[in-house]
Each structure stands twice: as C-alpha cells, then as structure tokens.
T-cell receptor, first 116, second 113 residues
Framework: EAGVAQSPRYKIIEKRQSVAFWCNPI?????LYWYQQILGQGPKLLIQ????????DSQLPKDRFSAERLKGVDSTLKIQPAKLEDSAVYLC??????????????FGPGTRLTVL | AQSVTQLGSHVSVSEGALVLLRCNYS??????LFWYVQYPNQGLQLLLK??????LVKGINGFEAEFKKSETSFHLTKPSAHMSDAAEYFC???????????FGTGTSLTVIP
C-alpha cells in the first residue's frame, strides 16, 4: 500500500513570496490533515478535512494560509504571502474513517519550507 | 479543551537500560491518547494508542504505555533500549470526535552505546 505522498520535499523562498504544497493521501482515506511543525516543537494542526469538507480550521492563519481538497482526494496548502515565521516542516496525514478520534493517522515525509 | 505536556525535552539512556518518557494530559472529556515516533527527516509513525479500552497499551518495537486517570498521565516505557530507538517521541491527545488533535512538544531520546 502506498503511503502519504507530499511534494516538494524542500522549498526555499523569500518573504512575501507565495508557495504551495501538495499532498496525496492513502487511497480510500476520508480524512486529511495538514500540520505545521516548527523546529523544536510538536506538530500543530492547521486544518482537517473529511472528504472535501473542512472539519476544523481553527488554527489556520486565514489571512495568509489557504487549503483545499476539491475532489476529496489530494489537497493543496498555500501560503500567500510568506513570512519568516512560516519556516517549518509542513506535514500531511490521512486516516481512514469519516469521524472519530481513534483512527490511526498516517503521515507523509513532510515539506521543509525555509523563508529567507 | 485538551493538551499534553511532555516533561523532559531530552532524555539519554544507556543501551539496554529502561526507557521512560513522560506525558501528562489535560482534557475536559475522556481523552484518546497516542504516542508517535519521528526519525530524522521522516514523518511521524504511530507507536501505540489508548482509546478507553485496556489501560495498559502495547505498541510496536517493544514499547508500552499505561493510562492513569488519577495521575492524568500516559507515560511511554520500554524495558531495554536499543540504538535504533534514538528518535523524537511525541505524545498526542484528542477526543472521540476526532477533532482538535494536539501534540506535545516532543522528547528527543538518545541511546548511549
């Protein structure tokens, strides 16, 4: 079974530029998560989708971050414009079930973003 | 609201010694608790999870954790450390709705040969 795919693996941009990350979850997984992991910290949930609907985006900085999962499969996370403090690893995860906290999340390898 | 606190950002143990990584949780509803491991430049991998069944949970690679409601703890242990256990370990909490998934700040485990 293929795992969660993310691209690119690394991205370096200058502040005020835009950037987009892509995630393809495990086939058949209904729930998709985007996390931000700043160096030395635990992952912070940015947004959670169930199929193509948003379940939770309370910690997403909506003035600059956006995410979509239009067909309920792959997803894109965008930052526009980027700030220095956005430098982090962006992790995508997916789980099978439509609801419930017991299901295992499977993580992709992450995209390391450096904002100069 | 839920949160987890991991005591000790760095833990060092000798190879073959007991591993104990501490996690305390705060939750207004019955929690579901998880331990994840992260190896360098990789994503997180689930070690084990507590979902209100048995309080002693066994996971992969010889790890286990015990849910203690009276102490609001979910510490991770392994009887004998192996060099391959060196990694970052994260405790996480959520509720039965699956929303609001919170990770701790992580504990870096070093295994000394």
């Amino acid at each position: 079974e293929a795992g969660v795919a993310q691209s690119p693996r690394y991205k370096i941009i200058e502040k005020r530029q835009s950037v987009a990350f892509w995630c393809n979850p495990i086939s058949g997984h209904a729930t998709l998560y985007w996390y931000q992991q700043i160096l030395g910290q635990g992952p912070k949930l940015l947004i959670q989708f169930q199929n193509n609907g948003v379940v939770d985006d309370s910690q997403l900085p909506k003035d600059r971050f956006s995410a979509e999962r239009l067909k309920g499969v792959d997803s894109t996370l965008k930052i526009q414009p980027a700030k220095l403090e956005d430098s982090a690893v962006y992790l995508c995860a997916s789980s099978f079930t439509l609801a419930g906290g017991t299901d295992t999340q499977y993580f992709g390898p992450g995209t390391r973003l450096t904002v100069l | 609201a839920q949160s987890v606190t991991q005591l000790g950002s760095h833990v060092s143990v000798s190879e073959g010694a007991l591993v104990l990584l501490r996690c305390n949780y705060s939750s207004s509803v019955p929690p579901y608790l998880f331990w994840y491991v992260q190896y360098p430049n990789q994503g997180l991998q689930l070690l084990l999870k507590y979902t209100s069944a048995a309080t002693l949970v066994k996971g992969i690679n010889g790890f286990e954790a015990e849910f203690k409601k009276s102490e609001t703890s979910f510490h991770l242990t392994k009887p004998s450390a192996h060099m391959s256990d060196a990694a970052e370990y994260f405790c996480a909490v959520t509720s039965n709705t699956g929303n609001q998934f919170y990770f701790g700040t992580g504990t870096s485990l070093t295994v000394i040969p």
